[in-house]
């Protein structure tokens, strides 16, 4: 399997190739100009591995939520490359690759609550849990709105699922809003607080889609801003 993926949602810009279990990377921390920099780091990665893009499996971008120009560039640049090589592309939420990268590395969480900061006073909000292959998926729907607005997944039961010092939290939201961060401090393993999406784990999680077969045609490499389409935030129990 071959995937290359492009993250460009935050300051991260980052391109990662996975080969058949084997990732090359190329990032910098950018607080602008990542449009000059992004297809730059994918020719690299292509002729290290000295590999055409027609035969790439897909190509997988981070489809925010973040910058509105960040995750409208990785979508636009997806969708040209996607086109020319005409081979599918894979959408994955950056909230997602967070979670990914946080159970990836800390094993005895079950659950992470990724929070990025979404500007006006608000924050970009999901929680995600490790799913029986042992990757990243969601619980719920992810949400746009106050700090105030997060709460825990409820089961059928009632109960909520998220258990004491089973779950992290990660994420620039919890940086941005101290009083985030000291309302989960108790309950949570751990916060990371500067973890941002990189193409390593987009690329990951897009494997998993790939050998199911869910894959796009490069038209619909679209971005997903959540601010078009917020949704209620339904009841839960409050981490308080």
């Known amino acids: 399997m071959r995937i290359l993926a492009i993250d460009t949602a935050t300051e991260c810009c980052s391109a990662a190739l996975l080969i058949d279990g084997r990732v090359l990377m190329r990032e910098a921390l950018l607080e602008r100009g990542h449009a000059e920099h992004i297809l730059p780091m994918v020719d690299a990665l292509l002729r290290e591995a000295r590999l055409p893009l027609r035969e790439l499996s897909a190509i997988a971008f981070g489809r925010g939520p973040g910058a509105f120009t960040g995750v409208r560039l990785a979508a636009s640049v997806t969708q040209g490359l996607a086109y020319g090589a005409a081979v599918p592309v894979v959408p994955i939420s950056d909230l997602r690759a967070i979670a990914e990268r946080v159970l990836n590395e800390h094993p005895a969480l079950d659950q992470v609550l990724v929070c990025t900061d979404a500007r006006m006073r608000e924050v970009y909000w999901a929680w995600f849990e490790r ?11 992810e949400h746009v709105g106050g700090a105030a607005e997060i709460a825990v ?23 941005a809003y101290p009083e985030l961060r000291s309302t989960v401090a108790a309950p949570a393993a751990l916060i990371l607080e500067s973890l941002r999406p990189h193409a390593r784990e987009v690329a990951t999680l897009a494997a998993v889609e790939v050998a199911a077969g869910r894959v796009l045609p490069a038209e619909q490499a679209l971005p997903h801003y959540l601010r078009d389409d917020v949704t209620q935030t339904p009841h839960a129990p409050s981490l308080n």
Request: no cysteine; glycine share 30%.
């Open 131 to 141: 799913g029986p292959a042992g990757y990243a998926v969601g619980v719920g729907e």
């Open 153 to 175: 997944p409820v089961g059928r039961s009632g109960q909520a699922t998220a258990q004491v010092g089973r779950f992290g939290a990660a994420g620039s939201g919890f940086a």
